[in-house]
């Protein structure tokens, strides 16, 4: 294990890095800002997780629809973060080319919607539907290889924002459609991912249900990470 002893770390990232089992002792962390998959965390012999996700819940009550079980719930999931982006893509039309602009390297708003298109396609229509169809070409995906620009994505593509909203809509309404008219017992049932060497390897043997939950989880968290940056953007122009 790395170990940092009275080592000055004012000011650093830590970007796509597995913590797991970190221990920080003695520490000043002050203004400090953690985004991610957390758990477990224990702050001066205090389990703080349950007390994050409770309030994320009540910020964000859609994120309770999107852990049910219920078909009729996890539909209605669906509809909110399908009209949680319809008004966030209201915004970004309000400031022309703000969708390509990002902030502290982080994806633009185009390209977070690309990313959501790959999500769809290898998600729920490869994990949820069994399609062994090819991506589309828009989508963004990995950055590793042999899946990065694989399956039909193409990377030299730069749509416009107008196409790829369409290409978000259309797949919304198959997303909402198929929840419609899904049962418990399907989503239950175990997930039809073809036997290829498709993105992503590692859903074989989730439920179909613990697929959708992927797509959901996605939906939710990169709107989230988009509507933060537009924040910060404001906030930059405003200077």
Sequence with gaps: MTRFVDEDLHG???????????RL??????DALIDGLVSNLVVNGVEVTEYVEAELDRRHPVRVLIRSEDPAELHEAARQLDADWAATIARI?????????????????????RHLVFVHDSWFRRCCLGSTAPFTPMGLGPNVE?????????LSLDPALDEIVSVRQAQ???????????????????????????????????SVRQCLGTV???TFEHHGFCVRDLDLIEAQDAE
């Excluded at 650093?12 to 970190?22: K, M, S, W, Y």
């Excluded at 002792?25 to 002050?30: D, S």
């Excluded at 039309?93 to 919607?113: K, L, Y």
């Design 12 to 22: 650093a990232e830590f970007r796509e890095c597995d913590l797991t089992g970190a």
């Design 172 to 206: 919304a309404a198959e997303l909402e459609a198929w929840l419609a008219g899904v049962t418990a017992e399907q989503l239950a049932a175990p997930a039809p991912v073809p036997a290829d060497d498709v993105w992503p390897p590692y859903a074989r043997g989730r």
């Design 216 to 218: 959901l989880t996605e």
């Design 146 to 154: 042999p899946y990065r620009g694989a399956h039909g994505l193409d």
């Design 93 to 113: 039309r309000r400031t022309p080319g703000v969708e390509r602009r990002s902030v502290n390297d982080e994806w633009s708003a185009a390209q977070t919607m």
């Design 25 to 30: 002792v003695g520490v000043v962390m002050q």
